[in-house]
């Protein structure tokens, strides 16, 4: 077939004008207006029928007038076209033909008179609209075309070296940038056979003595980088060219970067950016960090000087939780700045909070006496799992000190109980949960309840095939009682033939000796069981919740594993109003304390001193026999050791509560929740059941050490504040009849122990 060249083919043989083929179906007309068209004027192109895409593009040209540029997809059919410049200006015709019939893009006819501004318009509009509109992004020609392009306004660019690939596909380059490029918005890589835009995602260092600035980046390609390679860096204030060096061949990453491990700019640069890579890439994060630790840098102590260290610096998704003391005798210390990967300085404030301390122990016993600080960074951009943040002192002269925090811990629990500690639970306050605890702390239960799971489950004989109810017990670490508990269940027909029962091991580094304990008692007393063991230790709630998501039974039972029962027939009696009353959602048993004093007969809150709302057992302390303690009654809730409730009401309301930490008050805020959809809390006094009370929670030192039992509190009172208030200004201004095993009592009662729950 002959391919004919309409590229000039224009009414008139008019020099202005020009039209040529971009690529198969694109072609581009070109337009050059005289000096007297002012630059305001709008030029227009008439057609037929309408162009989609069309594009348009006025570059000023260098010896004054303008350069018209339209870009479109070509019609199977010559298009007649009208140019206008407006009602002063000259009006054009010409003649458009599909693009297979016209001439190759002219680079030189394009760029010809154009100022260096002009020929940057041009390139970026192709890198950018062009591309994108026509989707040119994999069209050899066209690459061509934008080299050329390229290459006519930098014809000998600067080099861009290879680094290595810290991972497989991440290609980490290195190259110099000038400062008066400005903030890079674009980054776009030009191959032979295609365009790519790049993330603009950059490590700057800092400014060397010739004025240029170190630039890194990654570039994930599965395959090694063509040497044809060109990058276009598009600043603010221009664009820079890169060449990628054939020099260097393809470095090893572990070697180079031994060698530049110590640049704090170029490491957190790393860790960010690797941490967003899937798979693998927060772990190659960490592992370049934990193998080349930082030095600790910290102000040692003075009688006159000012002195401080940084002891805690978590770099989390939503900020930077930081901590230290500070010592300043003669009041220099202006403040304490974290130091971003650009280089900036941020103060840390305004969540900002001092309190007493004292340095690490002496000889003698005692610390020195400094200040203690905890603050909350919220960041923008995610640091990723950086391990050691830097920060500096800075004092009233303007002199600054650097700061850098000994390694980090990245895993969630790990985290999580640095966190606890950040404060002396003596010196929290409000204000501290609310805008510098709290946002780390819940994100870091979210990831933490993110690597939760069950990881085996193993039955020890057959339970029965449709049981009424589901006992759920979560076993952490602490298996004193589980031979009376389960013989007390063992010696109970009722139990035996209506209930399944589920242990949930939220401490899998003793399953071997849980998993014994359970099969010689299985055998001991053939009573059926089954274990589920988490992958590792996540708390009360989801270890509940765990164990609820493999019930099978209409009622739901959680039980304590250091609740032991008095004798048989304790569950019939707590499942019966259950399934009588359609009110009632949940039920609890008076628990004994070993000696046959109280422990629980309900649950009511009252608030402390700082007016947060407390969770607190009614009686507790008092005779077993005591009178009050032998009313069934409504309750404000009852507590989680022993509490009976319907299965699809515990679904509804989504189970236990996750986000407290390690474990308290998910009880209360369950019976909430159920109060919440329009049902009832219960008191049981016909049953009671032996409590040997917070034994396994006696074993996390986190929880019995820190700020948690206080975080919790102040957690359920943000949630539950305006609940609370009004239940009890309810429970305890009226009486509310309510049936309970077929007798009529009330809920009022005014009596109440001061002994608060543990």
């Not at 061509?144 to 390229?150: A, G, N, P, Y």
């Not at 603010?236 to 060219?241: C, D, E, F, H, T």
């Not at 890439?281 to 934990?290: K, R, T």
């Not at 304590?560 to 029962?565: E, M």
């Amino acid at each position: 077939m002959l391919n004919l060249d309409h590229s000039t083919d224009i009414a008139g043989d008019i020099e202005s004008i020009s039209i040529s083929r971009l690529c198969a179906d694109v072609a581009v007309v070109i337009w050059d207006l005289p000096a007297s068209i002012r630059a305001s004027t709008k030029c227009t192109l008439e057609t037929p029928e309408p162009f989609v895409p069309l594009i348009s593009l006025t570059i000023p040209l260098e010896t004054g007038g303008q350069r018209i540029l339209w870009a479109m997809r070509t019609k199977d059919e010559p298009i007649h076209l009208t140019m206008s410049a407006g009602a002063l200006g000259p009006t054009e015709q010409t003649v458009l033909y599909p693009a297979v019939e016209l001439g190759s893009f002219d680079v030189d006819r394009a760029v010809d008179n154009l100022a260096a501004a002009g020929h940057i318009k041009l390139l970026n509009n192709m890198l950018s609209t062009w591309r994108s509109a026509f989707r040119l992004s994999q069209n050899p020609i066209f690459a061509s075309v934008v080299r050329e392009i390229t290459l006519a306004l930098t014809p000998e660019p600067r080099q861009v070296r290879g680094c290595g690939q810290p991972i497989d596909g991440q290609h980490l380059l290195e190259t110099a940038l000038d400062p008066d490029l400005g903030d890079v918005t674009a980054i776009h890589a030009i191959s032979t056979n295609s365009i790519t835009a790049l993330p603009t995602k950059l490590g700057l260092g800092r400014q060397s003595k010739k004025g240029w600035q170190a630039c890194h980046l990654l570039v994930e390609s599965a395959r090694a980088l063509p040497q044809s390679l060109h990058f276009v860096f598009t600043g603010k204030n221009g664009i820079a060219v890169r060449k990628l060096s054939d020099s260097d061949g393809q470095l090893d990453f572990s070697k180079w970067w031994q060698k530049r491990q110590n640049d704090m700019e170029l490491r957190e640069f790393l860790v960010r950016q690797l941490a967003e890579v899937p798979g693998s890439g927060a772990a190659i994060a960490i592992d370049m960090q934990m193998r080349a630790p930082l030095p600790v840098r910290q102000i040692a102590k003075s009688g006159t000087h000012p002195a401080a260290e940084i002891d805690l610096a978590i770099a989390l998704d939503g900020g930077l939780l930081v901590g230290g003391w500070t010592h300043d005798p003669a009041a220099m210390l202006s403040r304490i700045e974290y130091i971003s990967g650009n280089g900036s300085a941020l103060p840390l404030q305004p969540n900002f909070y001092k309190f007493p301390g004292k340095t690490g122990e002496r000889a003698d016993g005692l610390g020195a006496d400094v200040t203690g600080f905890v603050a909350w960074l919220p960041q923008a951009k995610n640091l990723g799992p950086l391990l050691q943040p830097r920060f500096q002192m800075r004092l009233v002269s303007g002199t600054t000190a650097l700061l850098v925090p000994p390694m980090q811990p990245f895993e969630p629990s790990a985290q999580r109980n640095r966190i606890l500690r950040a404060v002396p639970p003596q010196h929290a306050r409000s204000q501290v949960f609310e805008n510098i605890l709290a946002p780390a702390l819940k994100e870091v239960e979210q990831k933490l309840g993110q690597t939760v799971r069950i990881a085996d489950i193993k039955e020890f004989g057959v339970g029965p095939a449709s049981p009424l109810i589901s006992i759920v017990i979560p076993l952490y670490r602490n298996l004193d009682f589980l031979r009376f508990q389960l013989s007390a269940m063992a010696t109970d027909p009722w139990l035996v033939a209506n209930a399944e029962i589920i242990f949930v091991l939220d401490s899998p580094e003793i399953q071997d000796d849980t998993e014994h304990m359970l099969g010689g008692l299985h055998i001991l007393h053939d009573l059926p069981m089954k274990l589920a063991t988490m992958n590792r230790n996540s708390g009360y709630a989801r270890a509940c919740n765990a164990g609820a998501s493999l019930a099978t039974g209409t009622m739901l039972v959680m039980l304590n594993s250091d609740v032991v029962p008095c004798g048989p027939g304790w569950l019939d009696t707590l499942t019966r109003p259950l399934l009588e009353q359609k009110k009632l959602g949940a039920i609890g048993p008076k628990l004994l304390f070993e000696d046959g004093s109280l422990q629980h007969a309900g649950l009511y809150f009252a608030r402390d001193h700082r007016g947060v709302w407390l969770n607190h057992h009614f009686y507790k302390g008092m005779p077993g026999y005591y009178s009050p303690a032998q009313i069934a009654r409504t309750v404000p809730g009852v507590t989680g050791a022993c509490l009976v409730t319907r299965k699809d009401i515990y679904d509804l309301v989504g189970g236990f509560t996750e986000d407290y930490v390690i474990g308290d008050y998910e009880d209360s805020d369950l019976c909430l929740k159920i109060r919440q959809i329009g049902f009832q809390v219960a008191y049981e006094p016909n049953v009671a059941l032996y409590h040997f009370e917070r034994r396994s929670i006696r074993r996390s030192s986190d929880y019995m050490r820190g700020l948690a039992s206080q975080y919790n509190s102040w957690l359920h009172t943000q949630r539950w504040d305006d609940d609370i208030t009004e239940l009890m200004t309810t429970y305890l201004d009226e009486a509310v009849p309510v049936q309970i095993n077929g007798d009529t009592v009330t809920s009022f009662v005014k009596e109440k122990s001061e002994r608060s729950a543990a």
